[in-house]
């Protein structure tokens, strides 16, 4: 069994991509071929905004956005400790100051009301001046944009949606990719839409920013490829992952999103009475980048991450460690307090197989392990 079936979808989608791949070798666009120009207008109507920009992966989209607003030393950007390294690093790659935030304990997405403790805090202490948050859509949940747009607004802070899990999701029927100032995904193969290798993508209504980000995609260019006006990145998605992605973007829209939503709840009519399962609220729908669960502790989790691994079921823990428990931030002293729900979440989470090519039946497979190995564990 998979715990992401990419072979099984490939197989589905083979002449469509084997075509695309075909097209673009013999016509030779490798770098920014018609297959990009393509990719971006349809993702762009895909997610409703005005402007897609695709670019090589999703941690430069996040410093890409970042760059736009000329994020620099004694920045403070807040960034939820429970997600990807991506989301801090770039803040520190610019060399401004990633302030954690606590996670919401029934979504895994960022606390607003910690946030707003978080500003406050900074701008108390005088040290450091707040910017902007990035916050993330994790496991394919979007984060409380309602609530957290507000907290922007009051403190005059830019947002970013980190959609690398996101993309697909909705809240009001709106889609991811369209809550942040400047949003950003990723085309990881893992990822709700994945190409062959990586790639990424970055998306805004404002005009300006979005001129802004296809100079920094490109060195930094001015009027032309060879006019460099200010210092960028080279961070292009290949015309063939383009050619890739688009065949892939139909089979999402078309079915995949809604089987990975149907496997999922079946999962959670399965599981909900025997462990914690995701918690979606009524206006809010999900990618499920993955499907996570929480068990009581960690004793039970590794029991049953064993159990499943025996009965040849993989599963994954996103994450094993919050950001502000890796080594490189070790020495950091900034608000280090109230993390405590994003601590408990790695000894207890456990992301079961998602993918729109599961079925029925190895569903309820997985589920009857999962319950049998809670027995097992609660009578040891
Ligand atoms: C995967 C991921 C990223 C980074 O995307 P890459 O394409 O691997 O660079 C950033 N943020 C989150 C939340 C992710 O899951």
């Known amino acids: 069994?998979?715990?992401?079936?990419?072979?099984?979808?490939?197989?589905?989608?083979?002449?469509?991509?084997?075509?695309?791949?075909?097209?673009?070798?013999?016509?030779?666009?490798?770098?920014?071929?018609?297959?990009?120009?393509?990719?971006?207008?349809?993702?762009?109507?895909?997610?409703?905004?005005?402007?897609?920009?695709?670019?090589?992966?999703?941690?430069?989209?996040?410093?890409?956005?970042?760059?736009?607003?000329?994020?620099?030393?004694?920045?403070?950007?807040?960034?939820?400790?429970?997600?990807?390294?991506?989301?801090?690093?770039?803040?520190?790659?610019?060399?401004?100051?990633?302030?954690?935030?606590?996670?919401?304990?029934?979504?895994?997405?960022?606390?607003?009301?910690?946030?707003?403790?978080?500003?406050k805090k900074v701008i108390e202490e005088k040290k450091l001046t707040p910017?902007?948050?990035?916050?993330?859509?994790?496991?394919?949940?979007?984060?409380?944009?309602?609530?957290?747009?507000?907290?922007?607004?009051?403190?005059?802070?830019?947002?970013?949606e980190d959609g690398a899990q996101g993309f697909g999701g909705s809240i009001d029927n709106k889609k991811a990719c369209s809550f942040g100032d400047i949003a950003t995904t990723s085309f990881f193969p893992a990822k709700p839409l994945g190409c062959y290798g990586d790639g990424g993508a970055l998306f805004t209504d404002d005009k300006e920013l979005y001129e802004l980000i296809l100079s920094y995609r490109v060195h930094g260019k001015?009027?032309?490829?060879?006019?460099?006006?200010?210092?960028?990145?080279?961070?292009?998605?290949?015309?063939?992952?383009?050619a890739i992605l688009l065949p892939k973007l139909k089979a999402f829209e078309d079915y995949e999103l809604l089987d990975r939503q149907k496997f999922a709840n079946m999962y959670t009519e399965k599981l909900k009475n025997y462990v914690k399962t995701p918690f979606i609220e009524h206006n809010y729908t999900s990618s499920y980048a993955q499907y996570t669960i929480l068990l009581e502790n960690e004793e039970e989790r590794d029991y049953i991450k064993n159990y499943l691994q025996k009965e040849g079921i993989p599963t994954n823990i996103y994450y094993p460690k919050p950001l502000h428990k890796q080594t490189v931030y070790k020495a950091y002293k900034f608000n280090l307090e109230d993390l405590?729900?994003?601590?408990?979440?790695?000894?207890?989470?456990?992301?079961?197989?998602?993918?729109?090519?599961?079925?029925g039946e190895v569903v309820t497979d997985i589920c009857n392990h999962i319950i049998k190995a809670l027995e097992e564990f609660k009578s040891e």
């Not at 990035?134 to 496991?139: K, M, S, T």
């Not at 001015?222 to 383009?242: C, H, M, P, W």
């Open 340 to 359: 405590e729900v994003s601590e408990n979440f790695s000894k207890c989470v456990l992301s079961l197989p998602m993918h729109p090519y599961l079925n």
């Open 222 to 242: 001015g009027e032309f490829k060879y006019d460099n006006v200010r210092i960028g990145l080279n961070s292009r998605l290949d015309t063939l992952q383009a």
């Open 1 to 119: 069994m998979e715990f992401i079936d990419l072979k099984e979808q490939y197989k589905v989608l083979k002449k469509d991509i084997d075509k695309n791949i075909k097209t673009v070798l013999e016509n030779g666009d490798y770098i920014m071929g018609g297959f990009v120009k393509e990719l971006e207008k349809k993702l762009a109507d895909y997610v409703g905004v005005k402007y897609a920009i695709t670019c090589a992966n999703g941690t430069d989209a996040l410093q890409i956005a970042l760059m736009c607003y000329n994020v620099k030393p004694n920045d403070a950007i807040f960034v939820p400790s429970y997600t990807f390294f991506s989301t801090a690093e770039v803040v520190s790659i610019l060399g401004a100051t990633p302030i954690f935030i606590d996670s919401d304990e029934r979504t895994f997405n960022m606390n607003p009301e910690k946030l707003e403790k978080a500003i």
């Open 131 to 160: 910017r902007g948050v990035i916050a993330v859509d994790l496991f394919g949940l979007p984060a409380d944009y309602k609530k957290i747009k507000e907290i922007t607004n009051k403190y005059n802070l830019f947002l970013i």
